[in-house]
């Protein structure tokens, strides 16, 4: 059984020590410092390739090798919590978060910064779960949703504040700027955290399962890895699938091992609750559908209109700051009307607002795209706030570290499969249409050719070689730009399919009844 640290007898009382409220403004500003990284990195990567010399793979691993380890940690960092505290746990992720954010900062190579990037993400995968369990304990069932909806309110204002700060410190001082930032708020959230969270851990919880966090950290890095490498690889080259098959084999023998360990990482039986495990594939597919379809609004916005990293954060600023009023609501929804209705209605909303998205043109204006980012923080805040209380309201509160993990683990996988796996399509698009497109305008092609321009069309660059005469990159550009949205209609519109299903797998969702009884293996 889970329990709070009780002070020593006679001890005083630290005022405001353990309240809900000030807990939830506690864990917030640690999960702000996170979100605000996430977003100001993606805004400071061209930037940091030309200071640092790096090259496209370069930079996508400043991103993968930090997602790779935030992926592969998270369940097992849960576990820590109900182990060890999850105030505790939590303090570390913060104090790690804030010390490896300022040393990227000082880093002088690539090398270096990358490897900083993955320490960082273990730090990362401590502070998140730790936060959904310490919310679980400081709230009754009743006031969870609200709670949840309240914290998710707080990841829409660093999103909304990521992109505009971001590139407000990447034009006026430096890329390095963008991690020093947080350095400031992992400070106060360290000295908020240390005076008004209450320790709780799991009681009945003796040791680390070595074995399990061995499969389970395998299986997790042979996934990612094989969805990250895939687009490079091939989705049918040898080593995607050695990877794919490695990830196969380490889950069926994590699988067995958990139905016998005495204390497992993972309880089987934990899945016996119909929407943990519903919950649990949502938040895989809202991820997928959001993360994926707007990984390339970024390329769209930068590449085919030409507009600064500020000027593209900003246009994405509705569905930011959308968040802000739709979590909290979304919260109250679910407390009125269960999470069965809410969530179902919330993916119907995000597959209209990609469906919007799937019909932009080329000179699409402000309001054009806000409309549709609005509707999607409206769609994704029932989702977002419904299955996470769904997957940690539900699991026994001694197993709240663990599903915190699980569904941070589920995002996280979620959004690189979709980043992956919607890239390929897109890709594939973009190929099959790029000879049409140049062929309308007048530009003869190779198969050769396409092959060697459908890589950087398909991130919104037109490959005009310098020297190019004005009327021929005219015509390359539009050729390039036109292909590159045909790419991306068809993504969004893959999306739309993807959060339709995910309504339906809604409806089979239930409440369950918060118990905390303990899970047993199997």
Known sequence: MAQAVAAPPGAPVRRGHGHPWLTLLAVALGVIMVMLDGTVVAIANPVIGQDLNASLADLQWVTSGYLLSLAVFLITAGKLGDLFGHKRVFMVGIAGFAVTSLAIGLSQSVGLLIALRVLQGLFGALLQPAALALLRSAFPAERLNMAIGIWGAAIGVSSAAGPIVGGLLVENVSWQSVFFINVPVGVVALLVGMWVIKESRAESLSKIDIPGVVLLSGAMFCLVWAIIKAPEYGWLDGRTLGFAAATVVLGAAFVYWQGRAREPLLPLGLFRNASVSIGTAL??????????????????????????????????????????????????????????????????????????????????????TAIPFALLAFGLSPVMVGATEVIVGNAPLELSGVAGGMQQSAMQVGGSLGTAVLGALITAKVADVLPGHMAANNIPSTPAQIEALKGPVSLGVAPVPPGTPQPVADALTSA???????????????????????????????????????????
Request: aromatic share 12%; proline share 5%; hydrophobic share 60%.
């Open 283 to 368: 938040m895989v597919l809202m991820a997928f559908s959001m993360f994926g379809a707007m990984f390339f609004l970024t390329f769209y916005f930068q590449g085919v209109h030409g507009l600064s990293p500020l000027e593209s954060g900003m246009r994405m600023l509705p569905m930011s700051a959308g968040m802000i009023v739709a979590s909290p609501l979304a919260g109250f929804a679910l407390t009125k009307f269960g999470p069965r209705v809410p969530i179902a209605a919330g993916m119907l909303i995000t597959a209209t607002s990609m469906f919007l998205l799937s019909r932009l043109g080329l000179e699409a204006g402000y309001v054009e």
């Open 480 to 522: 390039a730009h036109l292909s590159f949205l045909d790419g991306m209609h068809f993504g969004f519109t893959v999306a739309v399919v993807v959060a339709v299903v995910a309504a339906g797998l809604a409806l089979f969702v239930k409440a369950g009844r918060k118990t905390d009884i303990p899970v047993h293996a199997g």
